[in-house]
């Protein structure tokens, strides 16, 4: 008589996609599981109706004030939150993404980070610095 009935055929399944995926790296194919996940909806743009583009003169001054809260604050935040802000962080800081995407199964955290990093390609800095310091305080108003 038969033991496990179908989920004993889905454990069995699992276990043999599991083992193609492992010979599949041992022979160096890494398979980009948080592409299949997530990245099947497509990059999210950031854009923002009310951030400035330049036009406020005090903009770096509050990007610094903002800076300086959320390295504060860091603790306190969820990740995604941590993850979007550093990413406009460093769209303001250092301008476009010419990191080459992470490669690998266990690192879906730098991926996630770059793939933000990514989607926020070709706003200004004046622009990323004032939608940092709004995403913050939206953060800050939330705890």
């Given at each position: 008589m038969p033991r496990g009935g179908f989920g004993g055929f889905l454990a069995g399944l699992?276990?043999?996609?599991?083992?193609?995926?492992?010979?599949?790296?041992?022979?160096?194919?890494?398979?980009?599981?948080?592409?299949?996940?997530?990245?099947?909806?497509?990059?999210?743009?950031?854009?923002?109706?009310?951030?400035?583009?330049?036009?406020?003169?005090?903009?770096?001054?509050?990007?610094?004030?903002?800076?300086?809260?959320?390295?504060?604050?860091?603790?306190?935040?969820?990740?995604?939150?941590?993850?979007?802000?550093?990413?406009?962080?460093?769209?303001?800081?250092?301008?476009?993404c010419r990191v080459p995407k992470p490669a690998g199964v266990f690192n879906g955290g730098e991926k996630e980070q770059w793939r933000l990093w990514m989607s926020l390609q070709g706003i200004p800095a004046e622009q990323a610095m004032a939608m940092f310091a709004e995403r913050l305080q939206r953060e800050e108003d939330s705890l």
């Open positions: 699992f276990n043999a996609l599991m083992g193609v995926i492992c010979v599949l790296m041992s022979f160096g194919i890494k398979p980009d599981v948080e592409y299949m996940a997530v990245g099947l909806l497509g990059p999210q743009r950031y854009a923002s109706s009310d951030a400035s583009s330049g036009s406020d003169p005090g903009g770096r001054t509050q990007f610094m004030k903002a800076e300086a809260a959320w390295m504060q604050m860091k603790e306190q935040l969820s990740g995604k939150a941590c993850r979007e802000l550093w990413a406009l962080h460093k769209q303001a800081t250092e301008g476009d």
